[in-house]
């Protein structure tokens, strides 16, 4: 099971039903919208889709819409754009004109009071550049150190200038409207510079939607500014994206895998969500297969920690959207089967807190750990409880069971888990039951295995973890009167009044009779214990067990008619049970 989460970016070479359906059935965990192309109506159209495709395939997918931002832009340019020679003088102007040679507008009127002579200057994400030599007035006169041809509509940016620019624009508030029409799971808020910043979005999605439905905000980092904040945003996010595109732009390339690490490391001791995003697969938005730096690159982000991996052009407009997710998911179950101890090494890291949740949602991985669980299960109302044990990476799967389909959805960017739906309880024990019964359903744990329950008991404080439980995944048969030290594992025999041949009892067999009998002494000797329906002090069964020394839990009455002929069992004698399957006790 892949435990790192895989974003795809829906666009025109994606967004048929067709396919929606082959990206979930081959990985996509979210699907991310870019609110700065298309149109709403199209974007509309895309959340059904992938709503009913999700549904078709039987598996949740988040939505990410991701709002544009105060992206500075150059504005319409004559025909197919003009050509920028090195060398030569361009003016950038506020003024409301068509873009020829010579003259470039720019859609930012308060662009001349943001530079000064000698800043650079970048158009069309990096591959052009221009040095200011003055600012007149509304004219910006620059000179073209690297050229190439510009377009209309072309991405600015101004490496560590500080713009003033509102971090929410009116486009970005009706988009956030659409969002929450949409029951959008999480939005992602682009060019943060504070945390203030991110909280005026928590505001406005607080003033806009009800409590119950409220989507999660992701911080996206991609200005100096952010970095130079990364605490103070990571604080007030519920999840960071590494936009490595426009932070290499506006900082330098050589500085984003040293800030990618840096952010991911804050992000993993914090507990929140980080996506590491741009350029992964990038040369596959035109070739069948990646580069072995792209490779690399997938394989290092996870390394690193990374919660999830994010697919843009690659997904969104290139020639093989379903052939770049499914290299990245090879890429990362490769990274993942050899990889998993480091990345999980965090759990052996106990936390430094006085938050009982957070000590709670620690020891249960620790316990898992020592227990060889193989599992973690997180009944959950908020989602908190499965993003606290993710936090600590535990190396077996997290299953989170929530009653409300949104955070189910919203759970699907977590590293590590596994979200499913319950009914809503108010009883601890059939919290516990009802979270045990939907993860034996998922088939993601089996009959007889371990796992570590953690939670908050009914009727405790809303996001309060304060419970553990270690439970068998699997039903009592019997319980009876244990013979014996040590549990063992192995076939039933169930004995009628024909009695088999002594050498067809084999050394693994635990023989089932309602009561034992003289006759029966040969096949004991066989066998690796029994199961007696009468039993008593004195009795046969009773005798027959300490003369052999042979494991048994007898005296367990008509509960010998629940288990079938060849069925594998556990007998527990310390305490008296016998289990279906083999179990860890």
Same mark, same amino acid.
């Given at each position: 099971m892949?435990?790192?989460?895989?974003?795809?970016?829906?666009?025109?070479?994606?967004?048929?039903?067709?396919l929606?359906?082959e990206?979930i059935?081959?990985?996509?965990?979210?699907?991310?919208?870019?609110?700065?192309?298309?149109?709403?109506?199209?974007?509309?159209?895309?959340?059904?889709?992938?709503s009913?495709?999700?549904?078709?395939v039987g598996?949740?997918?988040?939505i990410?819409?991701?709002?544009q931002g105060?992206?500075?832009?150059?504005?319409?340019?004559?025909?197919?754009?003009?050509?920028?020679?090195?060398?030569?003088e361009?003016?950038?102007t506020?003024?409301?004109?068509?873009g020829h040679?010579?003259e470039?507008?720019?859609?930012?009127?308060?662009?001349?009071? +943001?530079?000064?002579?000698g800043?650079?200057?970048?158009?069309d994400?990096?591959?052009l550049?221009?040095?200011?030599?003055?600012?007149?007035?509304?004219d910006?006169?620059?000179?073209?150190?690297?050229?190439?041809?510009?377009? @209309?509509?072309?991405?600015?940016?101004?490496p560590?200038?500080?713009?003033?620019?509102? !971090?929410i624009t009116?486009?970005?508030?009706?988009?956030?409207?659409?969002?929450?029409?949409?029951?959008?799971?999480?939005?992602?808020?682009?060019?943060?510079?504070?945390?203030?910043e991110?909280l005026?979005?928590k505001?406005? &999605?607080?003033?806009? $939607?009800?409590?119950?439905r409220?989507?999660?905000?992701?911080?996206? *980092?991609?200005?100096?500014?952010?970095?130079?904040?990364i605490?103070?945003? &990571?604080?007030?996010?519920?999840?960071i994206m590494v936009?490595?595109?426009?932070?290499?732009?506006?900082?330098?390339?050589?500085?984003?895998?040293?800030?990618?690490?840096?952010?991911?490391?804050?992000?993993?001791?914090?507990?929140?969500?980080?996506?590491?995003?741009?350029?992964?697969?990038?040369?596959?938005?035109?070739?069948p297969?990646?580069?072995?730096?792209? !490779?690399?690159?997938?394989?290092?982000? *996870?390394?690193?920690?990374?919660?999830?991996?994010?697919?843009?052009g690659?997904?969104?407009?290139?020639?093989?959207? +379903? +052939?770049?997710?499914?290299?990245?998911?090879?890429?990362?179950q490769?990274?993942?089967?050899?990889?998993?101890s480091?990345?999980?090494?965090?759990?052996?890291?106990p936390?430094?807190?006085?938050? &009982?949740?957070?000590?709670?949602s620690?020891?249960? $991985?620790?316990?898992?750990?020592?227990?060889?669980?193989?599992?973690?299960?997180?009944?959950?109302a908020?989602g908190?409880?499965?993003?606290?044990?993710?936090k600590?990476?535990?190396?077996?799967?997290?299953?989170? %069971?929530t009653?409300?389909?949104?955070?189910?959805?919203?759970?699907? +960017?977590?590293?590590?888990? @596994?979200?499913?739906?319950?009914?809503?309880?108010?009883?601890?024990?059939?919290?516990m039951?009802? !979270?045990?019964?939907?993860?034996?359903?998922?088939?993601?744990?089996?009959p007889?295995?371990?796992? %570590?329950?953690?939670?908050?008991?009914?009727?405790?404080?809303?996001?309060?973890?304060?419970?553990?439980?270690?439970?068998?995944?699997?039903? &009592?048969?019997a319980e009876?009167?244990?013979?014996?030290?040590?549990?063992?594992?192995?076939?039933?025999?169930v004995?009628?009044?024909?009695?088999?041949?002594?050498?067809?009892?084999?050394?693994?067999? *635990?023989?089932?009779?309602r009561?034992?009998t003289?006759?029966?002494?040969?096949?004991?000797?066989?066998?690796?214990?029994?199961?007696?329906?009468?039993?008593?002090?004195?009795?046969?069964?009773?005798?027959? $067990?300490?003369?052999?020394?042979l494991?048994?839990?007898?005296?367990?009455?008509?509960a010998?008619?629940?288990i079938?002929?060849?069925?594998?069992?556990?007998?527990?004698?310390?305490?008296?049970?016998?289990?279906?399957?083999?179990?860890?006790?």
């Amino acid at each position: 099971m892949l435990r790192t989460k895989i974003v795809c970016t829906i666009g025109p070479a994606s967004r048929s039903p067709e396919l929606l359906r082959e990206l979930i059935a081959n990985g996509m965990n979210v699907a991310r919208l870019n609110f700065s192309h298309g149109t709403l109506d199209v974007h509309a159209e895309n959340v059904e889709r992938i709503s009913a495709a999700s549904a078709a395939v039987g598996r949740p997918v988040a939505i990410l819409m991701d709002l544009q931002g105060p992206k500075l832009r150059v504005g319409e340019i004559e025909g197919d754009g003009v050509a920028l020679t090195q060398g030569q003088e361009v003016v950038l102007t506020t003024r409301q004109i068509r873009g020829h040679q010579g003259e470039v507008p720019v859609q930012y009127p308060s662009l001349p009071q +943001l530079v000064e002579p000698g800043d650079r200057i970048l158009m069309d994400d990096g591959l052009l550049e221009v040095v200011v030599l003055s600012v007149e007035g509304g004219d910006i006169r620059t000179r073209v150190v690297t050229g190439g041809r510009l377009t @209309s509509n072309k991405g600015l940016n101004l490496p560590r200038a500080h713009s003033s620019i509102p !971090a929410i624009t009116n486009k970005d508030r009706a988009d956030v409207d659409f969002a929450l029409a949409h029951q959008a799971d999480w939005i992602a808020l682009s060019f943060v510079r504070s945390g203030g910043e991110v909280l005026e979005l928590k505001e406005l &999605i607080r003033h806009r $939607c009800t409590a119950s439905r409220l989507p999660r905000v992701v911080a996206k *980092i991609e200005k100096p500014e952010a970095v130079e904040n990364i605490e103070a945003i &990571i604080a007030a996010a519920d999840g960071i994206m590494v936009a490595r595109g426009d932070l290499g732009i506006e900082t330098s390339p050589e500085d984003v895998p040293l800030v990618q690490k840096m952010i991911i490391s804050k992000c993993n001791r914090a507990g929140v969500p980080v996506i590491t995003a741009t350029q992964m697969l990038d040369s596959m938005i035109r070739n069948p297969r990646p580069t072995r730096a792209e !490779a690399s690159d997938v394989a290092n982000a *996870i390394l690193d920690g990374t919660d999830a991996l994010m697919l843009s052009g690659e997904t969104a407009a290139g020639a093989y959207p +379903l +052939l770049s997710l499914q290299t990245m998911v090879r890429i990362a179950q490769r990274t993942e089967a050899e990889g998993l101890s480091s990345i999980s090494a965090p759990v052996a890291r106990p936390p430094v807190t006085r938050d &009982i949740a957070e000590a709670v949602s620690h020891a249960a $991985c620790e316990t898992a750990m020592h227990l060889g669980a193989a599992a973690i299960i997180t009944p959950t109302a908020s989602g908190q409880t499965a993003r606290m044990v993710s936090k600590y990476r535990p190396p077996m799967p997290i299953i989170a %069971v929530t009653p409300s389909p949104a955070v189910r959805r919203q759970l699907c +960017l977590m590293w590590g888990v @596994s979200p499913l739906l319950a009914k809503r309880t108010d009883n601890t024990d059939e919290m516990m039951t009802d !979270a045990v019964s939907a993860a034996r359903a998922s088939g993601i744990v089996h009959p007889g295995e371990l796992v %570590v329950l953690t939670a908050g008991a009914a009727g405790s404080a809303p996001m309060s973890t304060n419970l553990i439980r270690v439970h068998v995944m699997e039903r &009592i048969l019997a319980e009876g009167t244990g013979f014996g030290t040590h549990p063992i594992q192995g076939r039933a025999r169930v004995l009628g009044d024909l009695l088999p041949d002594a050498a067809d009892i084999h050394s693994s067999d *635990i023989l089932v009779v309602r009561q034992t009998t003289p006759e029966m002494i040969p096949l004991a000797e066989r066998a690796a214990g029994l199961v007696v329906g009468a039993g008593g002090t004195g009795s046969h069964a009773t005798q027959l $067990c300490a003369e052999l020394g042979l494991p048994a839990i007898i005296g367990v009455g008509d509960a010998v008619s629940a288990i079938k002929d060849n069925q594998t069992l556990t007998l527990d004698p310390q305490r008296g049970l016998v289990y279906e399957g083999s179990i860890r006790t």
